[in-house]
Every structure is written in structure tokens, then in C-alpha cells.
């Protein structure tokens, strides 16, 4: 959606990773719903004048560049909203909070404030009061993303596991020896194909340049429930170890339940799946 000029500027540095760009959407009391968007925005003379708050951005402590969307009326909802671009060290643009989370906290996440922020008219992305469009176009790939995420949480979950009960015995047998143990590595790994499975045929679409708006849900919802169910099963096949600070199944699964928050929780990807469905 950008103009030549703002992908001359911006995309050379950011794919050769001389500088970090950040996705900002949600808002405090705009989370999963986009088109509450309440951050402002306004046009005076040959600058876009924005106000407002960002909340949970990733990359927001030290993101070189943002991609973000401000309403020119929050009472017009998605019709309304157009994305800008804004640059560190931007007047007006600073950054706030950072978060200090239950899992995944290794991703710098943090606030991002606008007070009479001033923006050349060059910084808009894409068609005005268009905005809604580009960043839904932006999560369908997200999503995509998170279940990659999902998957890899499941997929080190099992790995540890599977070495765990190969190398120990209880009571002097062998643990994977118990059908039950068996029963849940085998549920597990066949889960973790199937979302395997969902993810490929989302991704290999979008690489299509198809519409993956249904895929992509679909893949994120099951893989993120995968994540997050692969790693609870697994702790109690592991027993009280894996609730130790030490054992990589205690952080796994707290990275995991980001997974099935992450670009919409599990509910609005059954909207999002059901709404392509339906038709409406």
C-alpha cells in the first residue's frame, strides 16, 4: 500500500535489518475490535495532527518505524480510519509503558503516545479513510504468523517430552511405557500435524495472492489451541518437574496462551471463519 516513495525510504532499511518496524493497532480500549480505533486524527494545512494512545505493540520500545491507523471520526467506525507511517524522534510521538507480560517475554511490547503529533501529508498509507482495509489485509497474514508460532511451541513441547520419557523410569518401568503417556504423545503429534497441515494450505494460498482471510483464521485458532493444550497435556505427563522454573514446559505453555490471544482471541476467529462462510 505504500507510495514509491515511502518504499524507497523505508522497506531497503527495514529488510536488511538497519531498522525495526512496528504494527500499531490496539488501543486500550480498542483491542480485538480494529474499527474502535479512538486514536485521532486531523488535517491541518499540510499535516496530519494526531492524538491518542497505542497499547501492547510489539517492537514499540525501540521500532525505528510504525505503521499505525487514527480515526478522522471514531463515531464512523471502520469507514473512517486511514494508516499512517511515523518515525522515531517524531515530535510529538513517544513511547510509554513497556509491558512486563506473563509469557513471550523476550518480544518488547509497550505503549505508544501521539500529543499533537504533526505528520506531512506524504506519511499516509495507502488511500484515506481506508485504513481499516490495509491493516485487515496485514492481520490475514498475521495470523498466519501466530499459528507458525503455536505450532513451534507444540512441536518443542513434544520434542522435550518425547526425550523426557524415553530417558526415565517410574518405579523401575520405563515411563513411555505406560499406554496412557503413549496415548497423549500420539494425540499430540497428531495435532500437531493437522495444524502443520492448516498452516501450509494458508500460507501456500497467500503466497497465491488468494484471499486467505477464513484460512488464515482457521490456522490460527486451531494451532494456538494446539499450543496451548499440547503443553498443559505434556506437564502432566512430566509430573510436578515441569512446573519448575527450570523445565521448558512451564515457559512454553506461558508463551503459548499469547498465541490464542495474539491477533484476536479464539471466539473472533469463529466470527472471522463464520462471517466467510455465511457471506455476510
Known sequence: HGSAEQKRRYLPPLLRGEKIGSFGLTQPHAGSDAGATETTVQLNGDYWVINGQKRFITNGSFADVVVFTASHDPMLKTKAISAFVVERGTPGFSVGRKEDKLGLRASDTA????????????????????????????????????????????????AYATSYVTSRQRGGTPIYRNQWVQEVIAEAATEIECARHLIYHAAALKDQGARVTAQSAM??????????????????????????????????????????????????????????????
Open 111 to 158: 505503549e505508544l503516545h501521539f500529543d499533537d503529533c504533526r505528520l506531512p501529508r506524504s506519511h499516509l498509507l495507502g488511500k484515506e479513510r481506508e485504513g481499516f482495509k490495509v491493516f485487515m489485509e496485514t492481520l490475514d497474514g498475521g495470523r498466519i504468523s501466530i499459528a507458525v508460532l503455536g505450532l513451534g511451541i507444540a512441536i518443542g513441547a513434544l
Open 219 to 280: 490456522a490460527k485458532l486451531y494451532a494456538s489451541e494446539v499450543g496451548t493444550r499440547t503443553c498443559r497435556r505434556l506437564m502432566d505427563v512430566i509430573g510436578p518437574e515441569a512446573l519448575l522454573s527450570s523445565n521448558p514446559l512451564q515457559r512454553l505453555l506461558r508463551d503459548a496462551k499469547l498465541m490464542e490471544i495474539g491477533e484476536g482471541t479464539s471466539q473472533i476467529q469463529k466470527l472471522i471463519i463464520a462471517r466467510e462462510i455465511l457471506g455476510r
